[in-house]
């Protein structure tokens, strides 16, 4: 399944939406708590090897899933 993609796999316009919001509310609380655009980025860097780490054991993820 990819990012925004519904449980049935069909993409929904709702979903990316609200995974956008999301992100914005990380965004603007990162900022309020004073961190720098290098923290941000940081951050940005452990969450995606955070869920690199959580979807490895996943069947049908990664880059030869994404090939057939």
Do not use: Y
Request: one cysteine or more; charged letters at 30%.
């Amino acid at each position: 399944m990819a990012f925004g993609e519904g449980m049935d796999g069909v993409e929904t316009t709702d979903r990316k939406k609200m995974l956008r919001s999301l992100a914005w509310m990380v965004v603007r609380q990162l900022k309020r708590q004073g961190c720098s655009r290098r923290e941000m980025v940081s951050f940005a860097n452990e969450l995606l090897s955070f869920m690199t780490d959580e979807l490895k054991g996943e069947p049908g993820v990664g880059r030869a899933a994404d090939k057939v």
